[in-house]
């Protein structure tokens, strides 16, 4: 099988999620994972044992007529990568995940009639989930609403699929892990997989007050990582303690089972990880390319009751929203509730129980 996707966590972690289901439940699914080079796909897919090949691709939503073409000859060089790859490999299945990075495989998939699978993860479809929508042989999706704007007759919900190690974590443990007290509060900040600058500068010039409050472990991403540091070491020394810093680390679980209450930008992985860790979450909508999703994920999530927004004009605000939170353990807990209701621990094995149905059958009429 090959699982495709990538670009950000949001789109990678849940195929490798489904690629752990599969792995537990037989040891003959020939795996490879196809992605775009000099990203985090190889990076990330590298750790879980799963092969990489990388294949062009390129966003074409952008402003820049030269950009534009820029994207559309890197996605048919992608594709004529990813027809040639699939004709190697084989594949019985193909599932792809969303994001640019997945155009091109999901278009070979086609082209060679494989069966194929495609998820999207955020609550609203962006433009290569919107295409590939009209190659898949089905869909699933994370939400309800999403059916909305996909092909009904072969779309269904099975929710975020994400990996065991939020299902097993224990708090205790994660505190130990990432080096964290086992009883004061501690406030989780992060900007997805590589950061998020407007968050960080808040996080930075807002500091010694959060630091009042609570531990913060700030996931900094590695290009403000070492300002952070240097505002690490310019705290008081009583203070420098309570504030623990990582450009990346490998398991988001423990980072979110360690904590009471999150401070994040509103990728896929919010859907699925905030509802598994069952933690509260303040979500800040990223203003760039896929903001849309971002901003339709975070208006989701506080609709649920599981998350409240702020806006990246409304970060002075902060610190106070913090307060407010981590000082009112019964709001605080309701919110975490909330995003626990909405957890589907079954969504891999849904998802990888399809792509073996898929395997069997072949492609479907």
């Known amino acids: 099988m090959i699982l495709a996707g990538g670009g950000t966590g949001g789109h990678i972690y849940p195929a490798l999620a489904v690629a752990e289901s599969l792995r537990r439940t037989g040891n003959d699914h020939e795996l490879l994972y196809v992605g775009v080079s000099g990203r985090l796909d190889g990076r990330i897919v590298g750790r879980s044992g799963i ?13 820049s007529p030269l950009a534009m073409l820029s994207g559309v000859w890197r996605l048919a060089r992608g594709t004529l990568q990813a027809w040639r790859l699939l004709g190697r490999f084989s594949p019985d ?28 993860p955020d609550v609203n ?17 994370t939400t309800e609403r999403s059916l909305e704007e996909l092909p009904r007759d072969k779309s269904s919900v099975v929710g ?22 086992a009883d004061e509060k501690v406030l989780l900040v992060g900007g997805a997989s590589q950061g998020a600058r407007r ?17 913060v472990l700030h996931l900094t991403g590695a290009s403000d990582e070492a300002e952070l540091r240097e505002r690490r070491e310019a705290l008081p020394e009583n203070m420098r303690p309570r504030y623990h810093i990582a450009g990346y680390i490998d398991e988001m679980a423990d980072a979110m089972i360690a904590a009471d209450l999150a401070v994040l930008r509103s990728g896929a992985s919010v859907l699925g990880e905030l509802p598994a860790a069952g933690l509260a979450a303040v979500l800040v909508p990223g203003v760039y390319e896929g903001g849309y999703n971002q901003r339709t994920n975070a208006r989701y999530m506080e609709e649920q009751g599981a998350a409240l927004v702020l ?38 094995d849904k998802i990888a129980e399809m792509l073996r149905e898929s395997s069997l059958q072949g492609v479907p009429a």
């Open 160 to 181: 975020y699929p994400v990996r065991a190690a939020f299902w097993s974590a224990e708090r205790a443990t994660a505190r130990e892990r990432l080096g964290l007290p």
């Open 51 to 63: 092969p990489f090949e990388p294949v062009a691709a390129g966003q074409l939503r952008v402003r």
């Open 311 to 348: 806006e990246n004009e409304e970060l002075g605000r902060l610190t106070d929203v913090v307060r407010d939170l981590l000082s009112d353990d019964a709001k605080r807990q309701k919110m975490a509730e909330s995003a626990r209701k909405m957890a589907r621990p079954d969504a891999a």
């Open 125 to 141: 479809p962006g433009w290569a989930v919107r295409l590939l929508s009209r190659l898949a042989h089905r869909i699933v999706t």
């Open 93 to 120: 299945a193909v599932f792809a995940t969303g994001g640019y990075a997945s155009v091109p495989v999901g278009i070979a998939a086609r082209l060679r009639g494989k069966s194929f699978l495609l998820y999207l």
């Open 199 to 215: 968050i960080n500068v808040a996080v930075r010039d807002q500091l010694d007050a959060l630091l009042e409050q609570c531990h």
